[in-house]
């Protein structure tokens, strides 16, 4: 900033103003982020030269979001979701070793405590969809089973719904289990083969995605958070490859290792020894846990 202009405001110096208005700040942290803001808000204002009207108009849009928000609906992070921003910020926070598994985002239709159950349960309680058999390993970068890993998994109904979307519509925890791994890491459970299905667009975000052109769907996936003693807890999905949307995620969570294969299992034998009701999909799928920092 010259000296002639110190402590006043003009379009050349605009963001210099603001930060040197922050330097008695006893936050360091919070000076720092609100610098780094300032002065990319004001390029963006400066790049963008908005009219005042279009001005009102975000003013506005935000306004919405806030009002759209509760504590059950979090449209602010929605809007970080379809920006990318969410995704990013977990990239950042969740570099892991050469062969641990990835992480994506956690979304919001976890439920805590959900009931532990036996390994094998089948956490499908509505009957809907196609059968389909999930398994593998829980092992950690040394390639050893890990044992007593907690899995916490969910999944939406072959409607496109989670359970707490429909509440009185599905039973209570439909499609949502915890599960132990034994001494040899192994994990199987059946669930239904999950499908795409849009993130909740009945507010500003959703119609901001409809004037940018873009649609509001998430590929089939299955949810997962993964906690064992000793190890970083792995927040992931697994995806389904071959879905329409595979590439275009409204929210950016899809990342190549964490395609899965579902297979649809047709052999008599099989069907007899696993699935006497008929074909069901089976998913094979080993998580790597990185060991805690
Ligand atoms: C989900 O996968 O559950 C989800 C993630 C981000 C936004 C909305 C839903
Ligand atoms: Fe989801």
């Not at 196609?130 to 890990?146: C, F, Q, S, Y």
């Not at 769907?217 to 807890?233: K, N, Q, S, W």
């Amino acid at each position: 900033m010259s000296e002639v202009n110190k402590g006043y405001f003009t379009e050349e110096n605009s963001a210099d103003v603001v930060i040197s208005r922050i330097a008695d700040s006893t936050e360091p942290r919070l000076a720092e982020v609100i610098s780094v803001i300032t002065k990319h808000l004001h390029a963006a204002v400066k790049e963008i030269e908005p009219t005042q009207d279009e001005w009102l108009t975000a003013i506005k849009f935000l306004t919405e979001t806030g009002h759209k928000s509760d504590d059950w609906r979090q449209e602010y992070i929605l809007l970080s979701d379809i920006f990318g921003v969410s995704m990013l910020v977990d990239a950042i926070n969740n570099r892991k070793p050469s062969g641990a598994s990835e992480s994506t985002v956690l979304g919001p239709f976890h439920v805590p405590d959900v009931p532990e159950l036996p390994m094998g349960a089948n956490i499908c309680l509505d009957g809907k969809g196609h059968p389909m058999l999930i398994k593998g390993r829980i092992l950690n970068t040394a390639g050893e089973p890990v044992a007593n890993a907690k899995i916490d998994v969910w999944q939406t109904n072959d409607d496109g719904f989670y359970d707490v979307q429909q509440k009185g519509i599905q039973p209570d925890f439909n499609l949502r289990g915890v599960f132990r791994t034994g001494a040899d890491g192994t994990y199987h459970f059946w669930g239904a083969k999950p499908r795409f299905y849009p993130i909740p667009d009945d507010g500003p975000v959703g119609k901001l995605l409809g004037s940018l052109g873009r649609h509001p769907f998430r590929p089939a996936h299955l949810h997962y958070i993964l906690e064992a003693d000793g190890y970083e807890t792995l927040v992931t999905h697994i995806f389904d490859p071959d879905d329409e949307y595979i590439h275009s995620d409204a929210v950016f969570g899809v990342k190549e290792s964490l395609l899965a294969k579902f297979d649809l299992i047709e052999d008599p034998e099989r069907i007899a020894a696993e699935h006497p009701g008929g074909p069901f999909y089976q998913v094979i799928h080993d998580f790597v846990l990185a060991p805690d920092a």
